[in-house]
């Protein structure tokens, strides 16, 4: 009896130990890949001189909407944003809870987190895609997909897009 609760007590800290490791490998990976660059994507600024950019490429203007330190906002941009990004697909990033100034599709100064909540956005990673007036012309993609489809689903969105324009 005395084995079975130290192998019990002893698996116990194991797991604990496993969780502890777990939990900091999830809460370093974000701030450890945003600052290797591999992950990164422009932080917006001005929509309207982005969405600018966009439209003369012919394509719509996503938006992701991230949180620091989101696990699947980490993922949506090592997988695809930021390959797309480097490909020449016109993408910014949006913080929520960020107080950033950047310029609305309006041209008013407003804050990465005002823009957020104007969008009524409250999940992230949120990926939107603006056409000629900053009007969404494609369905949102909010929160994390299975990684097998992720892309699909993205270059679905991007279709509608592109048709809309």
Not at 10 to 17: A, I, L
Not at 95 to 106: G, I
């Amino acid at each position: 009896m005395a084995s079975h609760i130290t192998l019990l007590h002893t698996s116990v800290w194991h797991r604990r130990d496993w969780l502890l490791r777990v939990g900091v490998s999830l809460c370093t990976t974000p701030v450890l890949a945003q600052s290797g660059g591999a992950a990164t994507l422009p932080v917006a600024q001005s929509l309207p001189d982005e969405l600018a950019r966009a439209l003369q490429k012919k394509q719509p203007l996503i938006v992701m909407v991230s949180l620091d330190g989101c696990v699947f906002c980490l993922q949506a941009r090592q997988s695809h944003l930021s390959p797309m990004y480097k490909a020449g697909v016109a993408i910014v990033q949006v913080d929520m809870r960020n107080n950033q100034p950047v310029l609305d599709f309006a041209g008013k100064l407003t804050t990465h987190d005002q823009l957020t909540r104007q969008w009524k956005v409250s999940i992230t990673p949120t990926l939107l895609f603006f056409g000629p007036g900053g009007k969404e012309v494609a369905e949102r993609m909010e929160g994390a997909y299975l990684p097998d489809f992720y892309g699909p689903y993205l270059e679905d969105r991007l279709v509608q897009g592109r048709k809309a324009l």
